[in-house]
Nanobody, 124 residues
Framework: QVQLVESGGGLVQAGGSLRLSCAASGRAFSAYMMGWFRQAPGKEREFVAAISWSYGFTYYAESLKGRFTISRDNAKNTVYLQMNSLEPEDSAVYYC?????????????????WGKGTLVTVSS
């Protein structure tokens, strides 16, 4: 089992920044790919970004490249999502995810483990 706990969500004005954190624990979590998804009210959950623990390989949703940055701190067992130039359309619950391949953290149905989510609200 892998446990994922998100933090860092909150209310921010448009144009502002937030950094989300995902603390990982459990059996062999470092062997997994880590990802972030988001789900806005009334919409489907969508992929945001992914990173590998071992090599730091990153992958992003095309529409979010340049504004969002995923990173990890192996010593702290934590993955981050830095979000800049936030827009009201970025308002959503953001979920941390883990899977054993890249494909397993870019497709909702393939994710092995989910966190409970953290709410981000961007005001206009």
């Amino acid at each position: 089992q892998v446990q994922l706990v998100e933090s860092g969500g909150g209310l921010v004005q448009a144009g502002g920044s937030l950094r989300l954190s995902c603390a990982a624990s459990g059996r062999a979590f470092s062997a997994y790919m880590m990802g972030w998804f988001r789900q806005a009210p009334g919409k489907e959950r969508e992929f945001v970004a992914a990173i590998s623990w071992s090599y730091g390989f990153t992958y992003y949703a095309e529409s979010l490249k340049g504004r969002f940055t995923i990173s990890r701190d192996n010593a702290k067992n934590t993955v981050y999502l830095q979000m800049n130039s936030l827009e009201p359309e970025d308002s959503a619950v953001y979920y941390c995810a883990a899977g054993n391949t890249l494909g397993a953290v870019v497709v909702v149905g393939s994710v092995a483990y989910w966190g409970k989510g953290t709410l981000v609200t961007v005001s206009s």
